[in-house]
């Protein structure tokens, strides 16, 4: 996650101001508005589920939070770390994505108008085959928009999110980059709250 959020940065995404902590001592050396979300640094999937994301509301729960974290295991893998980011009060949780899909001779956008970590008991995402990065057509998305996100402006926000991924996939040799939970604060700003990137 750490490493998918700094590449999305680069492109342009908004991300939560956190930092990397290899150990508990660590999560305060850096003052951050409490609460903080105190996250498991993992490869495998579904680390929210098996309890890699603690909220701690004060600097000791997030060393105690750290503390716990780095001693599980989620799967084959133990944490080196944890991602200490401010808790998001959010809105709204969304779902975008850009993979390579053959079948779209090229990248895949997927969205839906709701994410988060049962993304897959929902409908299945909307799926704009764009193809080569250079095939990225904004009208198009917003054609496919239209039928399910009835907010203009937030369907701006998303194909202008859509257009930097493909182009990051592009330039990075990224076969999946996706963000999952993206999040829609009260203001109506979105920010990655979790990345996923898989490059070739």
């Known amino acids: 996650e750490y490493e998918g959020k700094c590449l999305l940065r680069e492109a342009g995404v908004t991300i939560p101001e956190g930092f990397l902590a290899r150990s508990a001592d660590s ?16 490869a495998s999937g ?23 974290i780095l001693a599980m295991r989620f799967g084959d893998e133990r944490p080196a770390a944890v991602l200490v980011e401010p808790w998001l ?20 956008v997927l969205y839906a108008p709701r994410g988060g970590i049962d993304i897959e008991r929902g409908k299945p995402p909307l799926r704009y085959e764009v193809g ?13 928009l239209r039928k399910i996100e009835p907010d203009p402006a ?4 998303v194909i202008s999110l859509a257009r930097r991924l493909v182009e990051l996939a592009s330039a990075r040799d ?27």
């Open 89 to 108: 009060t959010i809105k709204r949780e969304l779902y975008l994505s850009v993979t390579v899909d053959p079948a779209a001779d090229g990248y895949l």
């Open 174 to 200: 990224c076969v999946t980059v996706e963000i999952n939970p993206l999040a829609q604060l009260e203001d109506g700003s979105l920010i990655a709250a979790d990345a996923k990137i898989v490059r070739d």
């Open 46 to 68: 579904s680390r929210g589920k098996a309890g890699g994301v603690i909220r701690a509301a004060t600097p000791a729960g997030a060393r105690s939070a750290a503390r716990r």
């Open 132 to 144: 080569p990065a250079r095939n990225f057509r904004a009208y198009r998305l917003r054609e496919l």
């Open 154 to 157: 937030l369907r701006e926000k």
């Open 27 to 42: 999560v305060t050396r850096r003052k951050l508005p409490y609460p903080v979300a105190v996250k498991a640094q993992v």
